[in-house]
Antibody, heavy 122, light 108 residues
Framework: EVQLVESGGGLVQPGGSLRLSCAASGFTFSSYWMGWVRQAPGKGLEWVAI????????YYVDSVKGRFTISRDNAKNSLYLQINSLRAEDTAVYYC???????????????WGQGTMVTVSS | SYVLTQPPSVSVAPGKTARITCGGN??????VHWYQQKPGQAPVLVIY???DRPSGIPERFSGSNSGNTATLTISRVEAGDEADYYC???????????FGGGTKLTVL
C-alpha cells in the first residue's frame, strides 16, 4: 500500500524550531518529487515547499523562505521539513505529499499523508 | 504572486450537475489540478492537468480550462460529494505553487 506518515509536530513557542518527518512506503521514493502543504485551522490549503528526487531543485512559498528547509533521505525513504523562527501564523496541519508523475515540479500532489499538527503559542 | 479565485460556496441538488470555477489571469495557459477534502481528512486529487482523472475517481468528475477560468464539473452529484474543493497551479513567475481559497460544495 502506498503510504505517507508524518511525525514531529507539537506545541512550540514563538521563535522555536521543529523538524517534521515523513516516512514513505509502498512506492519507489527516490523516483518522485515530494513536498509539503499546510492548512491553518479552519482555513484553506497552502502550498509550502517541494524538492526534486536528487535534491538539486527546491522551491518554497515566499512566506517561509529563509525559515523552512526541505530535505530528504532516499536511503531511508524519508522527507523532512526543518522549520525555524516559528510564528503564530505557522500554526497548521502540515501534510507531506507526493507529486504524481515524478517528472515535473508543476505536477499535482497525488498521495497525501494524514498530517501532523504544529501549534505555535506561548 | 498569482491569485486563484474560487467561489466560497456552491449548492446543488442530488442528481444535478455542480460546476466549481477557479479564476486566474490567463489560467488557460497553466495546468490546473483539483482536490477534494472532506472534514478531518487529507485532500484527495480528483483532476490533474486540467482534465485527467486519477484511477479510482469516478467519471462523474471532469475538468476544463480556458481563458481566465478553469472549471471542475461534477455530474449526477451524490451526497458523498459534499466537501471542500481546491484548485491549484504552478506560478512560473514566482516559482511556487498556489492554491485557490477553496469552495464548499453543499448537496441539498
Amino acid at each position: 500500500e502506498v503510504q505517507l506518515v508524518e511525525s514531529g509536530g507539537g506545541l512550540v513557542q514563538p521563535g522555536g524550531s521543529l523538524r517534521l518527518s515523513c516516512a514513505a512506503s509502498g512506492f519507489t521514493f527516490s523516483s518522485y518529487w515530494m513536498g509539503w502543504v499546510r492548512q491553518a485551522p479552519g482555513k484553506g490549503l497552502e502550498w509550502v515547499a517541494i524538492m526534486k528526487q536528487d535534491a538539486s531543485e527546491k522551491y518554497y512559498v515566499d512566506s517561509v523562505k529563509g525559515r523552512f528547509t526541505i530535505s530528504r533521505d532516499n536511503a531511508k525513504n524519508s522527507l523532512y521539513l526543518q522549520i525555524n523562527s516559528l510564528r503564530a501564523e505557522d500554526t497548521a496541519v502540515y501534510y507531506c505529499a507526493r507529486l504524481v508523475t515524478g517528472r515535473a515540479f508543476y505536477d499535482a500532489f497525488d498521495i497525501w499523508g494524514q498530517g501532523t499538527m504544529v501549534t505555535v503559542s506561548s | 504572486s498569482y491569485v486563484l479565485t474560487q467561489p466560497p460556496s456552491v449548492s446543488v441538488a442530488p442528481g444535478k450537475t455542480a460546476r466549481i470555477t477557479c479564476g486566474g489571469n490567463n489560467i488557460g495557459s497553466k495546468s490546473v489540478h483539483w482536490y477534494q477534502q472532506k472534514p478531518g481528512q487529507a485532500p484527495v486529487l480528483v483532476i490533474y492537468y486540467d482534465s485527467d482523472r486519477p484511477s479510482g475517481i469516478p467519471e462523474r468528475f471532469s475538468g476544463s480550462n480556458s481563458g481566465n477560468t478553469a472549471t471542475l464539473t461534477i455530474s449526477r452529484v451524490e451526497a458523498g460529494d459534499e466537501a471542500d474543493y481546491y484548485c491549484q497551479v504552478w506560478d512560473s513567475s514566482s516559482d511556487q505553487g498556489v492554491f485557490g481559497g477553496g469552495t464548499k460544495l453543499t448537496v441539498l
